[in-house]
């Protein structure tokens, strides 16, 4: 019980330390990049990568469908079992701690919050590609992209540590397990090909390619820093 208590404490602790909404461009920051509709050029770029670098329609679509999977695997495990039988409150909605919480723009979230969907669903599509592509400069950005919205999560008052830390394992989990499916599957239809090339990654992947995943990733980072000023 002693164990139990001291976790809590910390988890609120180590909360505290990041829910520090005392500054409007932060708040304007963490709203902006905390929204899927942000990452849509993220996604399209992903895309984009995809369709160039993969020769047939059946790769394409071995690569989106995989996609897709971790997707609701990662978010189906936390919204759809995990919460409602947990059923821990979100700091920004637990009756204890809730008017102790910086809340931004009335931002609440729904009921319950073990464990993060954000952090789970972000870390399982990072882990996917970040396999998929085998690119440095692209693990990276996607592992980075992934801590961010978890960032937000924490800033917002929306999760507990813990709650992104076991939403980031379970992400990685599924992402691993995709991609061996998908590695089977990708058997079946395409020829065994070794790339030995400076232009190209181990698994074929054009590394102009993840450049322009680098630069979307900035302009996106920049908009969501002109939007809270604005």
């Keep these: 019980m002693m164990v139990l208590s001291t976790f809590y404490a910390i988890d609120r602790a ?4 990041f829910n520090d909404s005392s500054s409007l461009f932060f708040d304007g920051v963490a709203l902006a990049l905390t929204s899927g509709y942000t990452w849509i050029p993220l996604y399209v770029a992903l895309l984009y ?7 047939t329609m059946a790769q394409i679509g ?10 609701v695997l990662a978010d189906g495990m936390a919204d759809f079992l995990v919460k409602p039988l947990v059923a821990r409150w979100r ?10 919480v910086d ?3 009335g931002v609440r979230g729904d009921k319950y919050s073990f464990f993060s969907a954000h952090a789970a669903n972000t870390m399982a599509i990072a882990t996917y590609f970040c396999i998929l ?13 992934s801590l961010i919205n978890c960032w937000t999560r924490l800033y917002l008052g929306l999760h507990y540590p813990s709650d992104i830390l076991a939403g980031l394992a379970w992400g990685w989990v599924v ?5 061996l499916l998908y590695q089977r599957l990708y058997a079946r239809i395409s020829p065994k090909l070794n790339y030995v090339s400076t232009q190209y990654t181990p698994t074929g992947y054009c590394l102009s390619d993840i450049d322009v995943v680098a630069c979307v990733m900035s302009f996106t980072l920049v908009a969501a820093v002109i939007y809270s000023v604005l």
């Design 62 to 71: 071995l690569v989106i469908a995989s996609a897709a999977v971790c997707v």
């Design 175 to 179: 992402g691993v397990a995709v991609y």
């Design 103 to 105: 809340i931004v723009a």
């Design 49 to 55: 990568i995809v369709i160039k670098n993969n020769e």
């Design 14 to 17: 180590v909360l505290a330390f």
């Design 133 to 145: 592509v085998r690119s440095r400069l692209f693990t990276v950005l996607m592992v980075s992209w």
């Design 91 to 100: 700091p920004s909605n637990d009756p204890v701690i809730k008017y102790t």
